[in-house]
């Protein structure tokens, strides 16, 4: 039902994301990219010569693909991909085409493109489908989908298996702008948790406890929780956590800030008193600005809030 699929965006999470797709598509379909950084493009056009395709604009990449995936950074960068009207995906006819956006944005800009779309294309179908799993699940092909459809939307079969040769799991979360809702609400949670985690195995060490054995007895008692489990704030404590490389390779503490302060405002608009909320964005606003934490994976708040100086 699709012979050349698009993607704009391929930074961290688009270019392992695209390169699934090459490797996993049949020959006969083509794939078509544009990223604003030309570097990018070439490495994955050199990388698979004869199934990735660059193009000048993202109006060229829709003329092109019957389904474009649009992976890129903030509302401002949905916007324009979509809605610049001399490059922009809907500055061409895309009726009958299927757009599918993956960027973590609020809800009311995705609100806005898929209105402008569904007004001027009643033919196309525009989704939002943020997704979590971080640069690591985009490199191992495991990252979730949010969908912001209901489960028997018509077209959800049409994309299943392109989301499944990139992603493990996909959950409909119920209608328009609901993926984002859904992980924003994600994102809120498992913030605050890496705050409060740090926040636990600081007082509990400084009163003398070997962080190991406050692992022990949180995963044993009621505060069993995965950040904790998998994604220790404290280094050295699971050895496969951002924590113990260095918080490398993980997901960047300015992102959870961005996605923080989405929920934060997101809440105000739905009438909802976050008492963590105004707290836990000056941490991550305070940790995104920090040298020692600024490009790191979020977890890096507990070096923020634990005031040594290593
Ligand atoms: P990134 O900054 O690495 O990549 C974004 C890419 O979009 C860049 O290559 C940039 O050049 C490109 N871009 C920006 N404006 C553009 C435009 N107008 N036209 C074409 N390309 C444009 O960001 P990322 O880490 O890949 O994240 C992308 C989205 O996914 C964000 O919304 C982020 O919150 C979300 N996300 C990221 C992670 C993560 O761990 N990195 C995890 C889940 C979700």
Not at 27 to 40: A, G, N, R
Not at 41 to 48: A, I, P, S
Not at 81 to 100: A, E, F, H, M, R
């Amino acid at each position: 039902n699709y012979s050349a699929i698009g993607f704009i965006g391929l930074g961290a999470m688009g270019a392992p994301m695209v390169g699934h797709l090459a490797n996993k598509l049949s020959p006969d379909i083509s794939i078509h990219v544009f990223d604003v950084v030309q570097s990018i493009v070439d490495e994955l056009v050199n990388q698979f010569p004869n199934k990735i395709h660059a193009e000048k604009n993202s109006k060229e990449v829709a003329e092109k693909a019957d389904i474009v995936f649009t992976m890129v950074p903030e509302g401002s960068h949905t916007r324009s991909v979509y809605l610049d009207p001399q490059t922009g995906i809907c500055s061409t006819d895309v009726n009958n085409k299927l757009l599918i956006d993956c960027s973590t944005i609020d809800t009311a800009t995705s609100l806005y493109v898929k209105d402008y779309i569904k007004n001027n294309f009643p033919l196309a179908s525009f989704y939002d489908a943020p997704v979590s799993g971080g640069v690591l699940g985009a490199k191992k092909g495991t990252i979730a989908f949010f969908l912001g459809c209901a489960e028997d939307d018509p077209n959800l079969s049409r994309v299943t298996d392109l989301l499944n040769m990139m992603g493990k799991q996909i959950i409909p979360c119920g209608g328009p702008s609901f993926g984002l809702a859904a992980k924003l609400s994600n994102n809120y949670l498992s913030g605050t948790i890496a705050i409060a985690c740090s926040e636990a195995f600081d007082m509990g060490m400084r009163s003398g406890l070997d962080p190991r054995v406050l692992a022990r007895v949180y995963a044993a008692g009621t505060a069993q929780n995965t950040i904790c489990d998998k994604f220790c704030p404290v280094p050295g404590v699971a050895p496969e956590a951002p924590s113990s490389k260095g918080y490398k390779d993980g997901f960047r503490v300015q992102l959870m800030k961005k996605d923080f302060g989405l929920a934060v405002d997101m809440a105000k608009r739905v009438n909802t008193k976050l008492v963590l909320g105004e707290a836990g964005l000056a941490t991550y606003d305070g940790a995104s600005q920090d040298p020692r934490c600024r490009d790191l994976d979020s977890r890096v708040v507990y070096r923020y809030l634990d005031g040594n100086e290593d």
